[in-house]
Each structure stands twice: as C-alpha cells, then as structure tokens.
C-alpha cells in the first residue's frame, strides 16, 4: 500500500551533530501515527523537516507521491500539509474568528485590486472563507465564543483553536506538535476525541506526543526515535513490549529485568 506521507533516507546534520539520521517512515491515509521517543530523539526537527521549516541534509518528503522536499513551508501548505507547534502561537489580540481566518491565507484568490475595492467577488469569497472558518471552530467546540479575543481563551482552548486553524485549509494531513502538552485530563480526554473526529472525517493526523497514555489510547501506529534514529514501527501494543523501546525510555537494565520478568513462566 502507498503511504499519502512518506520519508526516504531524511538527515538533517548541524556540524558534527545528526539530529535526524536516515529516517524511513510511512503514514497510512485515514489513520492517527504516533511519533515518540525520548528527549533529543529527533522528533521536532523531524517535524520541521516534513513542514518545510528546515532542509534535509539529504533524502525525501513526499505526499501523495509528490516530491516535496525543495518545497517551502508555504507550499507544502497549500498542497495539503498543515501543523500546529509546540508551544501555543495564537494572535492574542485578534478574535477566535480572525484567528481561524488566518489558515486560510493560501486559499484566497481575490487579487489585491479586488480586495482594496470590495469587489462582489471578493465579497462572495469572503462570506464563504468565514463559513468554513466558523465550521472548523464548531467541530473544535469553540463556536460560540467566535467573538472572544483570543489572549482570554483558557490554554486548552488555545490549543483547541491552534488546531482549527490548521484544519481549516482541509489538509490531508495535520501534524500536531505535542498538542496535550499542559494540559489537565479532563482536557486531553476532549482533545482525544478531537483528534479521532479529525480523523474519522477523512484528514490524516501524524502527532508527536510525550503522553503515552494519550498516544496509546489514539493511535493506529506508533513510530521511535531515539538519537535521530528510527528503531520501531508498528501497532501501539506491540511498542508497549518491544525491547528496543523499552530500552530507550528506560535504559539497557531495566529493560532487561522487565524483559526477564515478562519471559518467566
């Protein structure tokens, strides 16, 4: 099966340092994959490399068999990638409405003369950007506060936003940086839901996350890292187990006593 997202061979060097070292990986459309490992494994510049934020040193992103590596962020955009970051980039003193608009950028195409005289067109345009603006903000449960200055959401709502605002374009594919991070349980319990309703209505989601049990709970496959290297894929349970995994979180002798424990009759 062709994967909609994939990576052959990416590396990204800094001097003497491979932050990325020859990654491989597959994401399936209409599935929710995990990307995890330990601090300084590599995940974020693997983000920033399939975003567009940074170049490889070498190898490919391609989606849907397009050749996106020399592309720049903007244009991997308006191909059908999206993403949020890390931490929360909301425009605080801009509504919640305005905010979503934002993502929308790359889909205008009144030109500049139209937008300045307010043609019919433009108009037209406009009244249909704020539908689908309005839309993204109701399947992220912020509809009604649309009017709110931004910069008074509370943090989760942030995020909840940061996500309607990636979604609104309708990407193939969102990549979500660590979304339940500072979060409460109530709240990555309502983000859960969000990201499996994202999926269910046709994006494909790729997220990296430090919550194991958040990524256990959504994923559909799990991909390691560690030193920038690749060492699992596969089905969240079987990563639950495998040595190699384990070893990274926990190091070479815990794992081999939990391997032990799990082999003794």
Known sequence: MTALLQTQGLTRRYAGLIAVDGVDMAVQAGSVHALIGPNGAGKTTLFNLISGLEIPSSGTVRLRGQDLTALPADRRTALGLARTFQNVRVFAAMTVLENVLTGLHPCRAAGLAATILRTPRFRREERALVERARAALDMVGLAARAGERAGGLSYGDQRRLEIARAMVPEPAVVLLDEPAAGMNPA???????????IRDLGTTVLLVEHDMGFVMDISDTVTVLNFGRL?????????????????????????????ARVQRP
């Open 231 to 259: 060492i699992f894929s596969g089905a969240p349970a079987a990563a639950r187990q495998a040595p190699e995994v384990l070893e990274a979180y926990l190091g070479h002798k815990v794992a081999a006593r939990l391997a």
């Open 187 to 197: 709240e990555t319990e309502t983000l859960a839901g969000l990201v499996r309703r």
